[in-house]
């Protein structure tokens, strides 16, 4: 097991673009960390640098006390979980998952331990005669899994293996996931487009977006601090609502409403985010009011969504389902100001 | 469920056959069947003629069907030595040839296929030039360089121009392959340890043989049956191959101004059967390689 180093990452492509702009970020010994950003933030790209599997264009990548910029991926002591699997077609689930350790000259008796082990932890007993093909998504899944295990590897490398299962399994192996990394208390980096994926499983997550890290964190403070608006838009179903508003002084003013901010933020312009269950039709002390003019409703059972506006600004609030409203209502809604966020119009950074 | 199959079956039942449709189907197996005895002929004709005495093979009207039926061109066949020695000798030349052809033709197409060096695209292109060139045109040059290196009338002269006309084909062939198979496999290879030999050995090879058995059998084919490079660097009748040895039958015997046909015929036939059995055998193998699948998720 090791820790993982980014340090001033670029990934340059001899075109001009670049997928990876100085990355920096340390990934600590058994950490289960999730890379997370929409496709084509360089996440991905990240991954597959600490895998050998692309060039570093500049700065350095240790893993261990080791730099591997130069190190050839199959020096590297790590293990990859790819999207598609990658499972060798040719060669049945026993043979899959015991080349790794062929390669590395294991022996025999060696190899059939470690193969019969994780086969027992991942459920794959009875599946060692087949080839991939005879398997399910699921057990694809495992297999590929499973061909990590076996080589006890430094860093787990995940490259959105949930991508290909069906939403049911995909719950279900999320929590075997995780279960797995208590239980080998090995060091996971994961890449993922989905938010869900990334808030359940990651000790800390990283949040990309065009090549730039946005935040690190746990998924807690990403969640209640996020750093600048775009990690604050990303994460959180439905989205944070953002309402333009002019500042003087300690007061921000929309086009519907305006707050009193418990300090001066210094700024003129900003953007003001609320998150939808921050909003409650129950009145709070030290709660401001803010009328919403309801558009649609959606009561999902557990919840109930309204969309409308407040002022000339789109909002959605989430609210208790038993609370009756119907389409074209006024509805008060009381603002948790300890959980306002406020973030220049310029630089999009958080200043509240 | 069970409501609607039975509505609907009085419906299929009566459903007019439409004339326009009938008239399609008839041409399309016209088609077919013409197809079929224009490819076919000549093998009924060759097997006709093996099966006759020599005397009936001229005889006017044409026999379509061997009336005084007999082996005895059979007989010759298998009791000429030069033509068993062809035999031996073909099987040679072309396993060998197609052998090195394949391990040669898929380390460079893959090395084409996957790696970026200096004038990778040069060297692609210029394989392909090489298929272009007609045999004849370079049979000169070729005479002279098997001459100095002393290979000519040896049959290791057949296979290293054979290798050399079956390497561009293998290459092209190949290369598309390979480019068309994922690259995830090959990355998984490496992370899990693998070197890039390995894991063109161990990896890309054996899903590759679906296509290296078409280009194999293509390779194979055109090494048995090869005439003008056999018939002009093989000198003595022992290093003949099997074209070589089918023309030459009879050329010694006191019947030497008659064209021994039926002996011929029947040699023909004898040398085909393996080919056809290669093709079939390998066949089941390519479509059951092709329908495989790789990384479907």
Redesign the interface.
Known sequence: MASVAYNHVFKNYGTGAVAVKDLNLQILDTEFMVLVGPSGCGKSTALRMLAGLEEISDGEIKIGDRIVNEVPARERDIAMVFQSYALYPHMSVYDNMAFGLKMRRTPKSEIETKVNEASKILGLDNFLKRKPRQLSGGQRQRVALGRAIVRNPQVFLLDEPLSNLDAQLRVETRINLQKLHKDLDATFIYVTHDQVEAMTMGDRIAVMKEGVLQQVASPREIYDDPANMYVAGFIGSPKMNFIPVTVSGKTAKASGFSLELPKAPGIEKGVMGIRPEDMTEVPHEGFPQIEMSVEVVEVLGSDQFLYGKCGGDDIIARLDPQFKVAVGDKVRLHVNMRRLHLFDVGTERAVL | MSVATAGSIPQTRRRPVKPGKVVGRVLFYLLVVLILAYILFPFYWAARTSFMPDSDIYLTPVQYWPKNFTVQHYINAFSETTFLRAILNSALVGVAATVLSVLFGASASYALARFNFLGRNVALYLILAMSMFPGISILGALYTVLQKVHLYNTLYALIIVYLTFSLPLMVWIMQSFFRGM?R??E?????????QF?TFW??MM??AAPGLATAGILTLMGCWQEFLFALSFELSSSHWTVPLAIANTGANQASAFQIPWGDQMAETLVVMLPLIAVVLLLQRRIISGLT??????
């Open positions: 994922p995830d496999l990355e998984a290879a490496y992370v899990d340890g693998a070197s390995q161990r990896i054996p899903l495989a699948g790789a990384v479907k998720g």
